[in-house]
Each structure stands twice: as structure tokens, then as C-alpha cells.
């Protein structure tokens, strides 16, 4: 079968909100490369091995490409997304050259070629990431291993982000929490959460492809009982005004214009089917930082005091913002941590 390859060069800080957009002009699938240039310092604290070279993609920058169906018209396509990527300037986000091209490829080609380079990482003390097709042997009875099989849609859970939000759950769950997931994507904080020692987690995504994907990637580790996905907001649960009624293509309804968090309060109502009771112990969130900031008042009045709010997703120019924002909604930062050029904050609610 054929496909049109979409191709963007772009950085690695516009990167998500670029593959959004492609898959909103109808993408079927998306892939990003980052930057990988021969001289980067490998991070192997947790013993990872890197068998493949790695690519001359300049510090910073990052390729993506999404996939298109023979019949689509790559000039509509170009014409839809070329001007929202440019858009992105107007809101702090530099998507860089921003250079677009297109060319046919054969499926066979790149639908599973990538997965030669998705091998076993150990990512924590005690999280291995584990595609389902690769056989691996935990290093000790400790070792605990997240099966994934990301499919088109999402990435492989070896992103800066992800691992920043798995060894920040490593570290604040002690055994017995229930977890909220906001923006859930594959479902991989969700499940690592459990295996961690969580009693249950609520994994929340707007976005129903994520929603399926999710809970796959849940039923492949065994864990249905303990994880309960759903395709909702944060603010919905919260029985916040225009919970209700959230207009398609609003990633949060508190972005709307007008919006200022103070109405909503926890509905006991919304809780029944959902897997844990609100408020909960610990929130874990790995969005861009943009969207992140809009919904800290929702988090704070979902989380039981002394509870903890997990935060990734973070580029490091957008650290600041996203810490004003938690500490104008009342939260203590408690720690911040990097990898590469990629930020994660854990904020406490006091």
C-alpha cells in the first residue's frame, strides 16, 4: 500500500504541538527523530544499551513526519498545516526552519521498520520499557517491566518526559495511592504507576485514538482491574461549569476566554466508574507546558493536602512559566529535575 510521507523540520520544542496538528489535517500515523548528533552524551546511569548509530540531526531540532493515505491531497494538507505551525510564533513556541516536503513511500517501508530500533530501556531503579516483540529477562526480582506496543499513533514511552514522570512516580509512590494520569497517550504512566505499588489509577485523554490505545497497553500488562481509562478532561470530573459541553478541539475547557477556575469543586457525583475517589494522593501530567499551566487550579482542588503533582513535558525555556503557574494556585515546588533539554516539576499541595 502507499502513502504520502509528510515531512517537518522543526525543534524539539515544537515537536508535540506539530504532531498534533498533523494528526488533526489526517494523519494516520506520526513519527518524530530527534536530535541525536555523534558527539550527545549517552545517559546509561540505568544501564542502557544503544546498538544503533546515532543521527546527524542538529542539537535542538527534530524531524517529523506524518502519514497520509494515497487518495489525500498533500497540497490541501501542506495548506492546512503550513500556516498553524507558523501560528505557533505568536504563542512562544518556535517551531524553527519549519521546513515542509512530502514524498510516496511503500508501507512496508516504515510501518515496521522503526520497531528494529525500539529495544528494551531501563529507565528508573525499577521500570524497564519493554516492547511486546523483543524478549527480555529482568535483571532482579525488583525489576519491574512495562510491555507497550505504541502502535502508529504514539510514541515508545523512551521520550526525556516520560522518564522524568516514571522515576518522579518511582520516588513519591510508596504503596497504596490512587493516581490521576491527565493526558494519558499511550497509557504508560498509568500502568507504571501500578507497578509501582499504586492501588488504582484514573488515565484521562480528549483524544479517542489515545483512549484506545491506552487501554491496549493496559490489557497487555494484566492490569484492567487497577487502571480505568477514560475520554475526558480533568475539569469534567471536577463538575466544573462547561464540563458538560466541551466544544470539539478544546484540548481544556478551562482555556476558554473567561475562565478562572474558581467555580468548580469536586463532584462526589462524577466519581462512580472512574476507579478511585476524589480527591486523590498524587497527579501525574506529561502535556506541553502551555497547556499545563491552564488547568493547575483544577489539579490543586483534585488533590487531598499534602497530595503530589507530577509535571513533564516541560522545555527547558518554559520551566518558569509552568512554576509561576503552580505557585500562583498554591503549590510548593518540591523538586526539579532535567534530561537533555526537557524539564519535570513535582509541586506539592500544601
Not at 490543586?300 to 505557585?327: C, H, M, N, W
Amino acid at each position: 500500500m502507499l502513502w504520502h510521507e509528510l515531512t517537518v523540520h522543526t525543534t524539539e520544542e515544537a515537536q508535540e504541538m506539530i504532531s498534533n496538528l498533523l494528526y488533526e489535517a489526517g494523519a494516520g500515523g506520526v513519527s518524530i527523530e530527534e536530535s541525536g548528533t555523534l558527539n550527545k552524551v549517552r545517559d546509561t546511569r540505568y544501564g542502557e544499551l544503544y546498538d544503533e548509530p546515532l543521527n546527524d540531526i542538529p542539537p535542538g531540532e527534530a524531524v517529523i513526519k506524518g502519514y497520509y493515505a494515497e487518495n489525500v491531497s498533500m497540497d490541501d494538507v501542506i495548506k492546512e498545516v503550513a500556516p498553524r505551525v507558523e501560528e505557533l510564533r505568536e504563542f512562544g513556541i518556535d517551531p524553527g526552519k519549519a521546513l515542509i516536503s512530502w514524498k510516496t513511500v511503500d508501507d512496508e517501508e516504515w510501518a515496521h521498520a522503526w520497531k528494529a530500533y525500539f529495544k528494551p530501556l531501563r529507565v528508573s531503579d525499577r521500570l524497564t520499557i519493554k516492547p511486546t516483540w523483543e524478549e527480555y529477562t529482568p535483571a532482579s526480582p525488583d525489576e519491574k517491566i512495562i510491555e507497550i506496543d505504541p502502535g502508529m499513533a504514539f510514541g515508545t514511552g523512551t521520550h526525556p518526559t516520560t522518564a522524568l514522570c516514571l522515576r518522579a512516580l518511582e520516588k513519591h509512590i510508596s504503596g497504596g495511592e490512587e493516581v490521576i494520569d491527565v493526558g494519558t497517550g499511550s497509557g504508560i504512566l498509568a500502568v507504571g504507576a501500578v507497578l509501582l505499588g499504586a492501588k488504582s489509577v484514573l488515565a484521562l485523554d480528549l483524544d479517542p485514538v489515545a483512549v484506545e490505545s491506552a487501554r491496549e497497553n493496559v490489557e497487555l500488562n494484566r492490569l484492567q482491574a487497577s487502571v480505568t481509562v477514560k475520554e475526558s478532561d480533568l475539569l469534567s470530573l471536577l463538575g466544573g461549569e462547561g464540563a458538560a459541553d466541551t466544544a470539539a478541539g478544546d484540548m481544556w475547557p478551562s482555556a476558554r476566554p473567561g475562565y478562572t477556575g474558581a467555580a468548580a469543586e469536586v463532584n462526589p457525583s462524577a466519581e462512580a466508574g472512574l476507579g478511585v475517589t476524589l480527591p486523590v494522593k498524587l497527579i501525574v501530567a506529561n502535556i506541553l507546558a502551555e497547556i499545563l499551566v491552564l488547568f493547575t487550579d483544577d489539579v490543586f482542588r483534585a488533590l487531598q493536602p499534602g497530595g503530589i503533582y507530577i509535571t513533564s513535558g516541560i522545555y527547558k525555556d518554559k520551566e518558569g512559566l509552568v512554576s509561576q503557574a503552580l505557585e500562583a494556585s498554591g503549590f510548593e515546588i518540591i523538586e526539579i529535575t532535567r534530561e537533555e533539554d526537557w524539564v519535570a516539576i513535582t509541586a506539592g499541595k500544601r
